[in-house]
């Protein structure tokens, strides 16, 4: 009989750890079952994935682990509707199903020698945690690294157990801030985009990657901008609903565009040229 | 219009049902059935007596022997450890669909742009589209809502089909446009269509392609569809948001990926999905890129007739009229695409 | 062009430039003779466009709920429509004082698959004669029919082509439905069957479902914002096209709808299968009528009965077969 192998069929992967971020948002990190897949498996960062629950559903989410770091995967889940609730339930040693990697991503080998201006806001950090990791790993590949991240409060911060790997790398700058303090915050207040205007970074062979809640991204522009940042230098990856992950259900694109494919990462020069349907 | 260069045949009307038994010797026989008050639909035919060959082009296109309206993709069993997953087998056993309209032929090949040709091959729609062969019937009259030579088509026209059957009275004309449609007809008594046939045949067509007219210049119309246009707003207003415009379409794809629990286990299906449902774009958190019927609207029109002709060169629409006939609220294609060429009314 | 036609295009022109209303929801012509469309009238210079004939066939009450605090809404409104709106009123998803219910005498609506039972009805003309008869002229020839004699099969048992509630009437009083007696009649043959043969019947016919949702979209009392079949949890049925999820999401619209279905046949038109929806609804209705002595869309500050309670409602007990 031939291949019964088709686009849809998913990998099994087992949960082998999953740590709670905020009150909404998990990171799993999950491990193929099949040893020739965990062997083979590779990814770059910026890619994404369909993560199912069988019996519930698929849903898609960015690969937030980098894949210098071999032998798992992680995605980062905030709990918003059916598979992400079904995630949720999820304790470890359990199977789900993972199809991918897929998209585009972010293009590292050009970003070599760069600066580079980190912008996450929120769940937003996801993505930009895999490239950051990616880069902070080949660290003599890339210039100076600033790290502006932010959420509404300081229980809405993601990976705050990376802070310290991430504020005491080399050449490495950790702009911390939450939009409102509580009891125990010493760090900084106000909005991500207001922090990245107070610190000013210097867009001279620099390239400013983000993503984050649309609010965040509508007054960051500006201020990227402001600072001397062009269309081609400013970065991110768009959420879309997806389903099939594959240029194939029809649902993702903008224009002619399949954000599956020719995404989830784009300059911002990129997305200027599309239908201003996002 | 092709040539028919491998010939025609004359197949008499007395032979035709004896012709469909020897097909249904070695295939699996798709055709238009009549079943109670449903209206006609493409179903695989236990006698060849079933078939309806006569009228207008069926409402429910034969895309469905391609894209189902609902697919199996895999099922699962067990849990944790011991769960397992089995794919839905890729393979088809031999079809031949009789009575294909050219739109319905041509709106395949628009398929086939998108689950063979865009990045990765769809195996599972390769399977089908392997397995079947088409055998077309010209139109003689056309449906209330048709305009396929508006779009570049004919009632009689052969891209994608295997052979094309012009019903002239007592028998039917039976072009052999590929070596698989010549060998359907190898083992049948028919004759070698002469040239009174061939004309006959030629006269049908003619009148057929008369009695539409050209409404507009679709190759252009891809630079004319204007995002902010008034157009859209006068149609969509009265959109209902309903599928049926999309699901009777022959060239429209969209699908869903759902999954459903059974006493032992499950599976995980495909089914139809369409753009002009309010939840299709819509992302878990609430935003919606396209909240309402214009946008939706828009995307319709402009996936058809400028984003695909970008990405292939080629149309999404290939005149069928289902979806002027199905509206609930006549939103006539037609009317939008004329007031587009048109500039504003 | 006919008397009803220019009273109403007055009247929308009256309300409009008046300032009484920000729109005048009624028909238009559509691109075909056979069909005309919802149209959204604002300006008063506009009011030339609305027509009225025996193709004037949607429920505009559809468009209702969508237009809530928009502005004052008239609504040309033959019975049917006009029991939708009241329906919509009794729900609360418009307010009474936002709606002006222009009323229209009906004597029915063209079934336009009579029209040309065996011909194309591409290329046709029709012209309306004075006497409510229609010309058609068609690739076969010309013929004249009498409205009456095509008229859909809804309306020929319509019970309320006098509309029950308006705010201003337009046109000459008609005489009932010649078949008004019989409106169910229609589900007779369907009530004789057993329980058995009945869900064969259903499910032979919903078999052909497409999901599509003309049927639910067209229907003015279907106006939740997450229909249960869109709802992913909790996951009430699937999304696919089996007979089995089909026949659920038909017979749960058709609970849903129970008392509260004014029986336009809406539903039943739009639905590119074929499938007799609106039977369905009313098999219920007639259960309804029986169990309740209630009637849809009648009374602006009556409630469903399946909304709510009396000591006296009869006791459903057990069904027999």
């Known amino acids: 009989m031939s291949d019964t192998s088709h686009l849809y069929l998913p990998n099994l992967a087992v949960i082998d750890r999953i740590v709670e971020e905020t009150w909404d948002t998990k990171t799993f990190r999950a491990v193929f079952r099949d040893e020739p897949i965990r062997e083979r498996f590779n990814y770059h960062p910026g890619q994404f994935q369909e993560v199912s629950v069988f019996g519930v559903g698929e849903a898609t989410f960015c690969l937030t682990s980098s894949p210098t770091r071999a032998g798992f995967v992680e995605f980062s889940v905030k709990r918003a509707g059916a598979v992400t609730s079904a995630l949720h339930e999820l304790s470890e040693g359990e199977t789900v199903g993972i199809r991918g990697p897929y998209g585009n991503w972010f293009p590292h080998e050009e970003l070599k020698g760069k600066r580079l201006v980190f912008v996450g806001g929120g769940i937003g950090m996801a993505p930009l945690r895999s490239l950051l990791n990616f880069c902070l790993d080949r660290r003599e590949d890339y210039g100076h690294i600033d790290i502006f991240y932010g959420a509404r409060t300081p229980a809405d911060l993601c990976y705050t157990q990376e802070f310290d790997a991430w504020r005491n790398a080399p050449d490495t700058s950790l702009y911390l801030t939450v939009d409102r303090g509580d009891d125990r915050w010493t760090g900084k207040v106000g909005v991500v985009p207001a922090y990245v205007r107070e610190v000013a970074p210097s867009p001279d062979n620099a390239v400013a990657i983000t993503c984050g809640p649309p609010i965040m991204i509508k007054f960051t522009l500006p201020e990227l901008t402001k600072l001397g940042f062009g269309d081609a230098q400013i970065m991110t990856t768009l959420e879309m609903r997806m389903k099939c992950g594959v240029g194939k259900c029809g649902r993702c694109n903008i224009g002619h565009t399949y954000v599956c494919l020719d995404g989830p990462v784009f300059t911002y020069a990129q997305l200027r040229q599309l239908p201003s349907e996002y | ?345 | 062009m006919n008397k009803v036609e220019t009273a109403i295009r007055e009247t929308a022109a009256r309300l409009l430039g008046e300032g009484r209303v920000a729109l005048v929801l009624g028909y238009e012509a559509g691109s075909v003779p056979f069909r005309t469309v919802p149209a959204f009238v604002e300006r008063a210079a506009d009011a030339e466009r609305l027509v009225w004939g025996p193709f004037c066939t949607n429920n505009l009450a559809v468009y209702l709920p969508k237009l809530r605090g928009a502005g004052r809404v008239a609504i040309v409104a033959k019975g049917c429509d006009a029991r939708s709106t009241v329906g919509l009123i009794q729900e609360h998803q418009i307010p009474r004082e936002q709606v002006v219910i222009v009323g229209v005498h009906c004597s029915g609506m063209v079934d336009v698959d009579r029209l040309l039972p065996d011909g194309s009805l591409a290329g046709v003309a029709i012209a309306a004669e004075a006497d409510g008869r229609l010309t058609v002229e068609s690739g076969d020839g010309r013929r004249t029919v009498a409205v009456g004699d095509l008229l859909q099969a809804r309306c020929r048992v319509c019970e309320y082509n006098t509309p029950p509630v308006a705010d201003e009437i337009v046109g000459d009083a008609v005489p009932p439905m010649p078949e008004a007696a019989g409106a169910f009649a229609v589900v007779a043959d369907l009530a004789r069957l057993s329980a058995a043969e009945r869900q064969a019947f259903w499910r032979a016919q919903v078999e052909r479902c497409l999901r599509c949702y003309a049927c639910r979209e067209a229907c003015p009392a279907c106006y939740c914002r997450t229909c249960f079949v869109d709802k992913a949890a909790p996951r009430w049925l699937s999304k696919a096209s089996t007979t089995d999820d089909n026949w659920m999401f038909h017979a749960v619209r058709a609970f849903h709808l129970a008392g509260r279905c004014v029986e336009c046949g809406e539903c039943e038109r739009v639905c590119p299968m074929d499938i007799p929806v609106s039977k369905l609804n009313r098999m219920l209705d007639r259960e309804i009528r029986e169990r309740f002595g209630y009637v849809a869309g009648l009374d602006p500050e009556a409630v469903p009965p399946l909304g709510t309670f009396r000591p006296e409602d009869q006791d459903p007990g057990g069904h027999g077969g």
């Not at chain 2, 062969?133 to 010209?138: C, E, H, M, P």
């Not at chain 2, 695909?308 to 149309?315: I, K, N, S, Y």
């Not at chain 2, 006939?325 to 294609?333: F, K, Y």
């Open chain 2, 1 to 345: 219009m092709r040539q028919d260069d491998l010939g025609a045949v004359i197949l008499k009307k007395t032979d035709l049902a004896s012709w469909v038994r020897g097909l249904l010797g070695s295939y699996r026989v798709v055709a238009p059935v009549r079943e109670g008050d449903a209206p006609l639909r493409y179903r695989p035919l236990a006698v060849a007596e079933a078939m309806v060959l006569d009228g207008r082009r069926p409402l429910r296109a034969p895309k469905e022997h391609f894209i189902p309206q609902v697919e199996p993709l895999l099922a699962f069993r067990g849990s944790g450890k011991a769960l397992t997953v089995q794919p839905a087998a890729t393979g088809e056993s031999g079809t031949v669909i009789l009575g294909v309209r050219p739109c319905d032929a041509r709106a395949l090949g628009r398929l086939d742009d998108v689950f063979l040709g865009r990045k990765d091959t769809d195996t599972l729609y390769e399977g089908r589209r392997k397995a079947t062969r088409l055998v077309g019937l010209a139109c003689a009259t056309p449906s209330w809502g048709c305009f396929c030579t508006s779009v570049g088509g004919s009632p009689a026209g052969t891209e994608g089909l295997d052979l094309l059957l012009t019903d002239l009275g007592d028998r039917y004309h039976v072009s052999l446009l590929s070596d698989a449609g010549r060998a359907l007809m190898a083992d049948t008594a028919c004759e070698p269509s002469t040239e009174s046939d061939a004309a006959a045949a030629q006269a049908q067509h003619a009148a057929a392609i008369d009695r539409m007219r050209v409404l507009f210049e679709a190759e252009a119309i891809g630079e004319k569809v204007e995002w902010d246009a008034p157009v859209w707003m006068r149609h969509a207003r009265r959109c209902l948001a309903c599928g049926a415009c999309s699901f009777l379409c022959p060239t429209c794809h969209c699908f869903d990926i759902q999954d459903e629990v059974t006493a032992d286990g499950g599976l995980r299906f495909r089914c139809w999905d369409t753009c002009q449902f309010g939840e299709f774009t819509r992302m878990a958190a609430g935003h919606n890129p396209r909240p309402s019927q214009v946008e939706r609207l828009r995307q319709r029109v402009s996936h058809k007739f400028k984003y695909l002709v970008e990405e292939f060169g080629r149309m999404g629409c290939t005149g069928c009229g289902r979806c002027v006939e199905a509206c609930p609220v006549n939103i006539d294609i037609r009317s939008v695409l004329t007031e587009i060429e048109g500039g504003e009314r």
